[in-house]
């Protein structure tokens, strides 16, 4: 077990005169604590002797774990061949009664079980912005341990400096349960040693090992995420391979109709909270992602079960209101293969054994409209904060408009379609995904524009690519930190199911599938400044790359968003701003 502290504190939730310090252990230890001085002081004037204390609460995190897939430098997770625990304690301290506009030192310290007192260095903090006072707002996503991560977030770093605020949307990292993503993962690129400063990732170049750090960022300003598909897991198992569990969701419909055919075996005497947690460990989760982050809670509109949820949520930054949604979906195999157990097939050996299909690339968290997130979306949109902030930003992780992979198929229910031989037998489960049932285009996406939404930002295709609607509003996708799976442009085709030909699994709707362009219907923007070329000296619209990475900043004293890429290639380049648009003009 280890006497050091497993992460630097990070911010959270802050308020007009607070914010919450958290930080991580491998030991239940005592006296966990944040100390903090004087508004104006910087770490370097700070005396040592900080003379404001907050005690913080302790809790342990319920499904962190470690598997033979993990990447530690630890004793107690050597030669594994099944998942085991690993605990790892949170700590959290509220700091109060701050001046807005200021900022103040503060550090923690955390006492082990033996007494040893460990402190972490000294960092600023700050209660949340007011109207009026300029923000510098990181926009990123899909970090993932990906390769370029540390490389990416180092630059931020030497680049803007201190930012105010980090927007992550969604895919923090791989498989939320394995704590070493999160924390230490050997090779350098853990989530938050990455926004730490503290990784050490050797990336490879042409030959050359450069090691990136990543960036002292979220120490001294808040981080705000968005649930992507990375930081949800499935059918949950004490020892199985957690790759194995992240991959096996099934609806939650599904999951009660299994709980409802043995409920009296499961739950003889009815309780409702033994029913929620059984269907949620039978179909899907996001305890990990839920236990590690504290963000604003939302009233679910249900009458029948009142109930608060962080998976979704709003807030006031300085002159940004930021609405931050639950919209994501499995990601599976566009393989068509009698073994894949796919987006848009079932296996074969599973044909007769429905408790192990995977329901095709079924949703999360519903969006559609009528649903309880759309009541609360609606809600928020008419809400004075809205309205009267200067910036209006959505943050989501499914794009609603990409040149990327994972815009296809629409974000809709799989519709099975049961194809039978002659005697009745199943041939095939297929699942189809029409496309002008798309919950995002058809329902969210009017929404938001309605509403004067200045801003979507998301990710999940791996790519950077911007469009703006007809009415003014932004789309900007920032993804590009770490490998890319291409964007499809004029003759680059996604791959996409057969619609015809001798294939027994030929016969799906080709209006359902969009192979190039963005299926919903804008043109990518061309970058404004430095766009890359392609072969034929032509600008690209788009940054998909794994050599070169890319980032945005949101500037709330100008209203522009600027995006920057640097090429890994050449780790001695500087980067390059290569693009800037501005949310006060309503249309280009």
């Known amino acids: 077990m280890s006497s050091q502290l497993l992460t630097d504190p990070f911010l959270q939730f802050p308020t007009d005169n607070s914010v919450r310090v958290v930080w991580f252990t491998e030991f239940p230890g005592h006296e966990h604590t944040v100390r903090w001085g004087q508004p104006g002081q910087t770490p370097e004037n700070a005396t040592g002797n900080l003379p404001n204390q907050a005690v913080a609460v302790t809790t342990r995190l319920s499904r962190t774990r470690e598997d033979e897939k993990s990447h530690i430098d630890h004793p107690d997770f050597q030669d594994l061949t099944l998942s085991v625990p690993r605990p790892i304690w949170r700590h959290e301290a509220l700091v109060g009664n701050l ?258 299909w995977g329901y095709g690339q079924h949703i999360f968290e519903p969006i559609e409209r009528g649903s309880l997130q759309y009541q609360w979306l609606e809600q928020e949109l008419a809400s004075d904060a809205f309205r009267n902030a200067k910036y209006k930003v959505v943050m989501l992780h499914h794009p609603p408009h990409t040149l990327g992979d994972n815009i296809m198929p629409a974000f809709t229910n799989p519709v099975a379609q049961y194809d039978r031989r002659a005697d009745g037998s199943l041939k095939a489960v297929r699942y189809e995904y029409p496309l002008d049932a798309d919950h995002i285009a058809r329902d969210l996406v009017p929404l938001l524009e309605q509403a004067g939404v200045d801003l979507v930002f998301y990710g999940h295709s791996h790519v950077w690519n911007r469009f703006q609607s007809s009415i003014g509003t932004h789309y900007l996708e920032t993804s590009n930190v770490g490998n890319s799976y291409g964007a499809f442009w004029k003759e680059d085709a996604r791959p996409v199911p057969p619609v015809e030909g001798t294939d027994e699994l030929a016969g799906f709707n080709p209006a359902y599938y969009v192979a190039q362009g963005d299926p919903n219907g804008l043109e990518p923007i061309t970058p404004t400044i430095a766009p890359l070329m392609d072969d034929n000296g032509q600008p690209l619209p788009y940054i998909a790359s794994n050599d070169i990475t890319a980032f945005s900043i949101l500037f709330t004293d100008t209203g522009t968003v600027s995006s920057y890429y640097f090429d890994t290639r050449q780790p001695n380049s500087t980067v390059v701003k290569f693009d800037e648009f501005s949310l006060e003009f309503d249309v280009y």
């Open 99 to 356: 001046a807005p506009g200021q900022r103040f030192p503060y550090k923690v310290a955390s006492r082990t079980d033996d007494g040893t007192l460990i402190e972490s260095r000294i960092f600023t903090l700050a209660p949340a912005p007011q109207p009026g006072q300029p923000m510098k707002v990181l926009l990123t996503s899909d970090h993932q341990s990906m390769p370029m991560t540390a490389a990416n977030l180092q630059k931020v770093k030497e680049t803007i400096g201190q930012v105010d605020a980090v927007f992550v949307a969604g895919d923090l990292v791989n498989i939320p349960d394995r704590a070493s993503e999160w924390f230490d993962d050997s090779r350098g690129c853990a989530f938050f040693s990455c926004l730490q400063g503290l990784g050490d990732f050797a990336l490879e170049r042409n030959g050359r090992t450069v090691r990136y750090q990543g960036g002292e960022l979220i120490q001294h300003a808040p981080l705000f995420p968005a649930l992507g598909n990375h930081e949800v897991m499935g059918r949950f198992s004490q020892t199985a391979p957690l790759n194995d569990q992240f991959n096996d969701p099934i609806p939650r419909a599904e999951a009660m109709k299994m709980y409802n055919a043995q409920a009296e075996l499961f739950n003889p005497s009815g309780d409702d909270a033994i029913r929620r947690r059984w269907v949620i460990n039978n179909s899907f989760n996001s305890d990990t992602y839920e236990e590690i982050f504290s963000l604003p809670l939302s009233q679910v509109p249900n009458p029948n079960r009142p109930e608060e949820t962080s998976r979704y949520y709003a807030i006031t930054l300085g002159d940004i209101r930021l609405i931050s949604l639950y919209v994501t979906q499995i990601w599976r195999s566009p393989g068509l293969g009698p073994e894949v157990r796919g987006r848009f097939r079932e296996r074969e050996a599973d044909l007769n054994l429905p408790q192990n």
